[in-house]
């Protein structure tokens, strides 16, 4: 079965830092590109970025660029969303996605993980 | 222009059909992908490349294009079908947004 699973739920406070985990399993986790959607509370989704992780080939939404980093372990199969100073706005659901994109085409995401919940709080 | 717009909510009788709109100048160079959210969960990836459903997508979904606009059609709306709907498709730069969403009533 192919899915992607997320890490648990996470409570801190602003100005300190985080990663969350996305692993993959039951495919061939390098030559699919994974990404980062936001969905704060009570809103819609927000495309943040995409890795490759046969090359760690890396792409940000404008919106997020420079406010977080996106990394892939493909040893492990696993993907990550990381930031260095949370700030209160960053409170909100984030899933992780497969792409199914090349050059030429863009067929959506077809497995999604579970979703982790990152509050931020003092 | 890299962004995609929704109606916020629209209603359907049960049994009837609804389609959802979504527009936006990216959609003539790539396709729409159509997901549905339920309240708690992941979203669900319901329509791809135009008219493609996913395995074990009923067949009452279904997608198509024209021009700047992409359309998602339920036929015959079940109460089961009532969520949030969200379209998303690539733009000239990389990126993939998502459009605001459209929360379907089925009455």
């Known amino acids: 079965e192919v899915q992607l699973v997320q890490s648990g739920a996470e409570v801190k406070k602003p100005g300190e830092s985080l990663k969350i985990s996305c692993k993959g399993s039951g495919y061939s986790f390098t030559s699919y590109w994974i990404g980062w959607v936001r969905q704060m509370p009570g809103k819609g989704l927000e495309w943040m970025g995409i890795?490759?992780?046969?090359?760690?080939?890396?792409r940000y939404s404008p919106s997020f660029h420079g406010q977080v980093t996106i990394s892939a372990d493909k040893s492990i199969s696993t993907a990550y969303l990381q930031w260095s100073s949370l700030k209160a706005s960053d409170t909100a659901m984030y899933y992780c996605?497969?792409?199914?994109?090349?050059?030429?085409?863009?067929?959506?995401?077809?497995?999604w993980g579970q979703g982790t919940t990152v509050t931020v709080s003092s | 222009s890299s962004e995609l717009t929704q109606d916020p909510a629209v209603s359907v009788a049960l049994g009837q059909t609804v389609r959802i709109t979504c527009q936006g100048d990216?959609?003539?160079?790539?396709?729409a992908s159509w997901y549905q959210q339920k309240p708690g969960q992941a979203p669900v990836l319901v329509i791809f490349?135009?008219?493609n459903r996913p395995s074990g997508i009923p067949d009452r979904f279904s997608g198509s294009n024209s021009g700047n606009t992409a359309s998602l059609t339920i036929t015959g709306a079940q109460a089961e079908d009532e969520a949030d709907y969200y379209c998303n498709s690539r733009d000239s730069s990389g990126n993939h947004p998502f459009g605001a969403g459209t929360k379907v009533t089925v009455l």
């Open positions: 990216s959609l003539r160079s790539y396709y």
């Open positions: 490349a135009k008219n």
């Open positions: 996605a497969r792409h199914l994109v090349s050059s030429n085409y863009y067929y959506g995401m077809d497995v």
């Open positions: 890795i490759y992780p046969g090359d760690s080939d890396t």
